[in-house]
């Protein structure tokens, strides 16, 4: 564990009194849900994530783009929350002043004990019109899609009748402002951040770090590739979410 986590970590965390935790597709990896930058397979292999995640892609082909959410959320709703899930809520009940802010569109946080993450970029859960924004209800019971996936029209509306589209926020849409607004205040106010599993590519999600850094918090990377974000990092922890962060949990407080 010594190897894992230096003290210098642990101290942070155990003398954090306001911890935002800023999570990416990397800490739901060990449960079996594939990062943005993993190949495809299946129906999907000819794609890359990014090329079905648009307006435009909806646009051209809504059977494609919504076949491919009905996989991915049939997909979340399998898998389990992971340690590292398990971690970030454990953190959370420590330390009362404590922020999960997700790029995540999954709800494994939800599930692995955080009481109200922050969706940065949507959930998977919860659809809407793409022309009038009404709510649309989940199709009934868990989403049933076969292993190499499948296209599938997505509901009309009930109030419109125009396609029902996921609710996550694709490239080049602007980001729930309320969410995004929350975040910015938390990184703002916080003494420490922990950025997991993240590429820190993606903006505006990627300057949350940034923000908390620039406030004068300390910043705490566990990732097991370099990011963009490792200058920004007081520490480094290269390694996977599962095991670092309870690593890190343990080393604080045991
Ligand atoms: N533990 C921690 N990090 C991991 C693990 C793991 N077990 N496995 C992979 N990673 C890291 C990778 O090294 C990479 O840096 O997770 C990161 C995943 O990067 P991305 O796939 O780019 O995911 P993310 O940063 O969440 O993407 C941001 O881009 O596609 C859009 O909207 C989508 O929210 C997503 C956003």
Redesign the pocket.
């Known amino acids: 564990m010594g190897d894992l986590v230096p003290s210098e970590a642990a101290t942070l965390l155990r003398q954090a009194r306001r911890v935002v935790i800023f999570t ?4 739901s ?2 449960s079996g849900v594939p ?3 993993d190949a495809l397979t299946g129906l999907w292999e000819r794609f890359d ?2 090329a079905l ?1 648009t307006p435009e892609a909806f646009q051209d082909d809504p059977a494609l783009v919504w076949g491919w959410y009905e996989w991915r959320r049939g997909l979340a709703q399998r898998v389990r929350p992971n340690a590292g899930h398990e971690a970030v809520a454990a953190i959370e009940a420590r330390v009362p002043g404590s922020v999960v802010v997700t ?2 569109v999954d709800d494994l946080h939800e599930r692995a004990g955080s009481p109200a993450p922050l969706h940065l ?1 949507g959930s998977l859960f919860t659809p809407r019109c793409s022309a009038c924004a009404h709510p649309a209800p989940l199709p009934d019971g868990p989403a049933d899609e076969p292993a190499d996936g499948r296209r599938a029209t997505p509901p009309g509306c009930a109030r419109c009748s125009a396609p029902v589209r996921p609710g996550v ?1 694709w490239f080049g849409e602007a980001l729930p402002e309320a969410v995004f607004e929350s975040a910015v205040e938390a990184a703002s106010s916080c003494d420490l951040l922990l950025t ?7 903006y505006p ?1 990627a300057e949350i770090p940034q923000v908390a850094a620039r406030f004068g918090a300390a910043v705490i990377q ?4 370099e ?1 963009p974000l490792d200058p920004v990092a007081d520490v480094n922890l290269r390694g ?3 095991r670092v962060l309870p690593a890190l949990v343990e080393a604080a407080w045991h």
Not at 24 to 27: D, E, F, K, P
Request: charged letters at 5%; glycine letters at 12%.
């Open positions: 990416g597709a990397g800490i990896a060990e990062t943005f930058r994530a990014a995640a790029q995540n970029h926020v997991v599993g993240t590429s820190g590519l993606v999600a566990v990732n097991p590739q990011t996977p979410a599962a």
